[in-house]
Each structure stands twice: as structure tokens, then as C-alpha cells.
């Protein structure tokens, strides 16, 4: 796997806990075999020296895990375990912390070595309520080494969502189009998050991209690596040079602006002024961005740009940021087509103007946006309106997510798995048939019925699961997924449902 740029890379500690009356020794024969399991699986975690069983030890555990640089962290109930101490290491260390225990190996233990971490779980658990921590627990949280070490490994996907999130800038320039209301929702619960946000206006856009032009070399070395990248497919190559310039200012501007911040994403706006201000449609400019890592989302979509940058830290793949926009007719599908366990009820398509880099396109060649070619240049020949990236998106497995603000400044999230089909949508713009069973339903109760905008962020692989507990730790409880007929949705007319 091709680390992208602009994620984090998650140093997992793990550090041990003992209750004074149980033998620390016990915990750390436990931990020894964890490691043993954990190294078999790849994962590349530090030990703690310090087994914690008192506060002072809690204190000594974090230091450590400082000086090696770990930004995540597995506690692990050898035994009973210290309530306090525990939930204090927990409380202090400045990442992700996840929570897990022994289970008794065998019947001989049982005489006299036996270490009761089921039922230490317990007090854990009370006191991580007492302290209001959101520490991830997962499904069975206590069980024999090789049954930890998969949990373990999972949750560093986990932690580095939660872990971009809280090191993450987003830059916004422009206002939002007209008649788009859905992608202005208020950046208050951004900065509950931990997300900074910095907002531009277009001519500061437009300022930087003409102060790009300064330098040549580095423009005309990114309009190559274009011509590479598109190669017979690139009908405009004319228009290579002022879509590098672009490239050139937005990367050059994420890095001088980072500040305190470590990864970043763009929300910005993309039409309709700028084609005649820019002289080109900015889509796939915004597409080689999302491919190096640094999501770009239309229409200045702020919670668009973090929906992707999380779905990228999930999947450590590119995402991209689709309207969920038109049905699918019948004479589309090829007979006894697979949905992949969905209904033809399900279906839909996923299209943007041409924003997917072209690792997640299955056919892609630089074109010109038809909708804005009618709109600023009645339908004449294309210019100001070149420069998406079009094709069918590539077939294979999905997740859907967008996490969103309200305009009472909560925080909902939806999140849904399935499959884009390799059929033919014969339509224009950079757009696949996205298959999700139950998805019908899921869009009158989850995306109509509880506000969420047009925009959704697709990833290339079925994270769910991960976002899912990322989403949990970071604070939202409200979080939508598709649900089969036998669990209705609340405010489901339950005589329409099993009418």
C-alpha cells in the first residue's frame, strides 16, 4: 500500500494494568504473549515498561509512552486492574485510547492464578462514565491474546481517523453557490471537534493562483506529470498549464497555512464565477489533489472536505465527494444484472462534474463540464468550461458517509456499505450506479428525514465498521444507517412498512 500524503501514521503503546492484590507478574506474562500475537500480525506496537497499579505509575506510563512518540494507546487488564489509575491514564494521554482484557486461559489457572479481568471491565467502565471519557471498547472486549490482537489492529484504523480529525485544517474559499444552503451549515461543531477552519474569499484564490504563474519550472513540471497522467485521453492540452498553476497555488498555500495544524482539506468554490474569472473548470485539479491525499470538495462543501478526509484515513485510499443524484432507468441494466444484494429500488448514481482522481476511475479523459457549458456559454463550444475529469467510476466495494453540522450546531452522521456496479450509467461527469441494500428507505428516514445535503463522501473499500467507532469516540450519537424492513425507522409508518 502507497502511504498517501497527509495522513497520520498511528504509533500504538500498550501498556498494562495490575490491582495490587493480583500478581503484576500475571499481567505481564498476559502482555508478553499479546505482543507475540500482535507482531505475527504486522502490528507495530510499543510496550510500556511500567505495568500501572497506582497513579504514580498511571504518570510514569505516560511519560513513556511520550518519549516514544505514541499518539494512541491500548490498555490492557492483565488482571482485576485499578479503576483509578487506569481511567487516569486514560483521562491524560493526548490521543485515542482503547480498552480491552484477559480472558482466563485454561482450568488450571482457575486454582489459583486466575485474574478476574471480566470482572474489572466493569469498575473500568463505570469510572470511564464518571470521568465522561469516550474510550473505544469493542465488541467483546476480553478474551485470550489471539482474539485481542485482530481488535487491537483494527483500532488503529480507528484512532487514525479520530487522530486526523483532531490534527485537521480545513480551507475554505469563496461563499457558497446560490440555491446551495445544504453546504452552509454552521462551523461551530467543527471547532467542537478540534477542526480548525480558515475561510478565503475567491480573489484571494484568484490572487494566489496569478502569483503561482511566477513559477514556471514548478507549473510546467506539474502540467507534465498531467500529460503523463491523462495520456491519449487529454483532448485540451492547452489548458495543462493554467490547471498546474492552480495545483501549484493550492498545494503552496495548505503548506504555508497549516500553522498549528498537521493534515489538511480544501472546501471551494468552483463555479459559476470562477470559470470566467480562471478561464477553466477547476475539477480535475481538484481530483489529483484528492489523489495525493488533500480532499477537495465542491461547492465549498466544508463538511464535504472532512466526510472525505475521514473516509481517506479509514480506508488509506483516496475518497471522493459525490451528489447522491438520479435514479436508475430500467433499460440501463443489463439482464439479470448482479445489484450485489440490492433491489433495483436501491440503486442509484453517483456523479460529480469530474473531481475522482484517476486511481478510482475505471475510464477517465479530461472533458468539459456540459451542464456549466450551457449555463455560461450556451452550449457552444467549450472552453471556459473545460477541464473535469470524466469517466465511470470503478466497480467494486463502497462505503457512503458524510458526517454533518445542523443549524442548531449538533452533529449527525450517516454511513452506509455497498457495491458500485460495472455497468454503464451512459451518462456524462465522473459517475458510477452505486448499489447499497436497504437504500430506499435509508434515504426518505435517514438522508431526506434528518437534513442532510445532496453531497455524500465515497470511499473505495467497506470501512463502516471503522467509522462507525471513530465517529462514537469523536462524540456523535446520531448516526444513520441503512436498516432492513424488520427494524423500522423511528417515525417509519409501521402500515405502510409490513402493509
Known amino acids: 500500500m502507497v502511504k498517501l500524503l497527509n495522513t497520520p501514521t498511528v504509533k500504538l503503546g500498550i501498556v498494562g494494568v495490575s490491582r495490587n492484590c493480583f500478581p503484576a507478574a500475571l499481567t505481564g506474562k498476559r502482555l508478553g504473549v499479546l505482543m507475540k500475537c500482535l507482531a505475527g500480525l504486522g502490528v507495530r506496537a510499543q510496550r510500556c515498561s511500567v505495568i500501572i497499579e497506582t497513579e504514580d505509575h498511571a504518570v510514569a506510563a505516560l511519560a513513556e509512552l511520550a518519549q516514544k512518540g505514541c499518539n494512541a494507546a491500548v490498555v490492557y487488564l492483565g488482571n482485576f486492574g485499578p479503576e483509578g489509575p487506569t481511567t487516569l491514564f ?5 490521543g485515542p485510547v482503547m480498552a480491552c482484557a484477559a480472558a482466563e486461559e485454561d482450568k488450571q489457572v482457575l486454582a489459583a492464578d486466575r485474574g478476574d ?9 463505570y469510572n470511564l462514565n464518571l470521568r465522561r471519557l469516550r474510550v473505544y471498547v469493542p465488541q467483546a472486549p476480553v478474551g485470550l491474546p489471539a482474539a485481542l490482537a485482530p481488535k487491537i489492529a483494527a483500532f488503529q484504523d480507528i484512532a487514525r481517523v479520530v487522530i486526523g480529525v483532531k490534527n485537521l485544517k480545513i480551507f475554505g474559499f469563496g461563499p457558497r453557490p446560490q440555491d446551495f444552503l445544504a453546504c452552509n451549515a454552521p462551523v461551530q461543531p ?23 504563474a511566477e513559477n514556471k519550472a514548478r507549473v510546467r513540471r506539474v502540467a507534465g506529470e498531467m500529460a503523463k ?29 497549516l500553522g498549528a495544524c498537521k493534515y489538511a482539506a480544501f472546501g471551494d468554490k468552483c463555479w459559476p464565477a470562477f470559470e470566467f474569472e480562471f478561464g477553466f473548470a477547476p ?9 495525493k491525499g488533500i480532499p477537495v470538495a465542491c461547492e465549498v462543501d466544508l463538511y464535504g472536505a472532512m466526510s472525505e478526509y475521514m473516509i481517506q484515513c479509514a480506508s488509506q485510499e483516496p475518497a471522493t465527494l459525490l451528489d447522491i443524484n438520479n435514479s436508475v432507468p430500467d433499460d440501463v441494466l443489463p439482464p439479470r444484472a448482479d445489484l450485489k444484494g440490492a433491489t433495483k429500488e436501491d440503486l442509484f448514481m453517483g456523479f460529480h462534474c469530474g473531481n475522482t482522481c484517476s486511481s478510482c476511475m475505471k475510464t477517465c479523459s ?3 463540464q456540459l451542464i456549466m457549458n450551457r449555463l455560461m456559454e ?14 465511470q467510476i470503478k466497480p467494486g466495494p463502497t462505503t457512503m458517509f458524510r458526517l454533518q453540522g445542523t443549524p442548531d450546531c449538533k452533529l449527525r452522521a450517516y454511513i452506509g456499505e455497498g457495491e458500485i456496479l460495472d455497468i454503464d450509467p451512459c451518462s456524462f461527469g465522473a459517475i458510477g450506479i ?39 469516540l469523536l462524540g456523535v450519537e446520531d448516526i444513520g444507517v441503512p436498516l432492513p424492513k424488520s427494524l423500522p425507522y423511528p417515525g417509519e409508518n409501521p402500515f405502510e412498512l409490513f402493509g
Request: charged share 20%.
Open 90 to 94: 486514560a483521562q491524560r494521554f493526548p
Open 117 to 125: 479481568a471480566l470482572c474489572g471491565m466493569l469498575n473500568v467502565g
Open 190 to 212: 467543527l471547532y467542537d471537534l478540534g477542526v480548525e477552519v480558515m475561510e478565503n474569499s475567491e480573489l484571494d484564490l484568484l490572487q494566489l493562483f496569478r502569483k503561482a
Open 229 to 257: 497522467e491523462l495520456g491519449p485521453s487529454c483532448a485540451y492540452p492547452d489548458l495543462l498549464p493554467k490547471l498546474a498553476q492552480l495545483e501549484v497555488a493550492l498545494t503552496d498555500f495548505a503548506e504555508a497555512n
Open 283 to 291: 475539477c480535475y485539479v481538484n481530483s489529483r489533489m484528492a489523489g
Open 366 to 368: 479530461l472533458k468539459f
Open 378 to 391: 450556451n452550449g457552444q463550444a467549450p472552453d471556459i468550461s473545460r477541464g473535469t475529469l470524466e469517466g
Open 434 to 472: 452505486v448499489a447499497v441494500p436497504n437504500f430506499l428507505r435509508f434515504y426518505r428516514h435517514v438522508l431526506i428525514a434528518k437534513g442532510f445535503p445532496h453531497h455524500g463522501g465515497f470511499g473505495f473499500k467497506k470501512v463502516g465498521k471503522t467509522l462507525f467507532e471513530a465517529v462514537k
